[in-house]
């Protein structure tokens, strides 16, 4: 096999050069970086990953640890973190934690014990084992999608953490269907102990109060971020005296289950109930109706996550920062509006 010897002599530059080259370790002229990538390609030099863990102590490897891998949500933040880990020379280990504290702290381990340089977690609702692993070993890591109170280093924040914003955006839909006139309008909210959970609800909350509306505990129920929870939640909100007339999911999954219980009662959407829904379909225009939906970056999530862990082991000193990105309201036909044909805003 060629080795990176063969590949500066070919390119005329030093091995040292060819090293900065391929990994990116320091700035090099155009025009010979590109001899030394034409060398790499016409000899055919392959990295010996192995070789460089021993002598940089760096594996160029991150660890995903994400819940509902099959959530589209979550399968779109994957690419987003693939892509941007794959563009910076970095291979994926990826983990399904299940949401369950005791085999998040598992997985976490697993992934630690592979010697990734760092890693990348979405947290249970119960995150202190995984903190404490984290903290016990000083892993670099950030937190996706679900933020933590974590503990403190130096006075400020611990951990690195990259989310969208959830609190306005759905103030933005209870204002929506107050606007159109609605002033029963339930909640299914996720997980508690979720911030994403939390925070949905403190815009459910907002929103009923800026629209004028009084806060009815009976019409915020709990999906728990599953289909199947979901279905069981709204059943039992529309199984109440005098019911909601519009309604709020707080994730797609949760979506699917009020769809199924909806359909289960009758109603039809949005003659009989009005429905949005946080979290945005790639097929939710296919619906009939058309859902009205809060469309988070996902795949953008996923990068600055990448973005976030490589200037975190650059500056391993640097200060903590936690990234909220905005969301979009995809205005559609579920709300009971006229067609927009899935505007943003």
Known sequence: MPTMADVARSAGVS????????????????????????????????????????????????????????????????????????????????????????????????LHERRVDGMIVAPSADPRGLLSYLERHDVPAVFLDRLVKAPERDGGPRFDQVCADSAEPTSRLVAHLAGLGHRRIGMVAGLPGLSTTTERIMGYRSGLAFAGLPYDERFLVHGDSESAGAEVAVSALLSQAVPPTALITGNNAMTIGALRALRTHRLSVPDDIALCCFDDFAWADLFSPRLTAIAQPSKDIGARAVRVLLERLAEPDRPARTLRLPCAFVHRTSCGCPSEEGTPS
């Open 15 to 110: 091995v040292a050069t060819v090293s900065h080259v391929l990994n990116g370790t320091r700035p090099v002229l155009p025009h010979t970086r590109q001899a030394v990538l034409d060398a790499v390609e016409e000899l055919g030099y392959t990295t010996n990953t192995l070789a460089r863990a021993l002598v940089t102590s760096r594996t160029r490897s991150i660890g995903l640890a994400v819940s509902a891998i099959s959530n589209p949500y979550f399968t779109e933040i994957l690419q987003g973190v693939e892509a941007a880990a794959l563009d910076a020379g970095y291979s994926l280990l990826l983990a399904d934690p299940h949401d369950d504290p005791g085999h998040e702290r598992k997985v976490v381990q697993l």
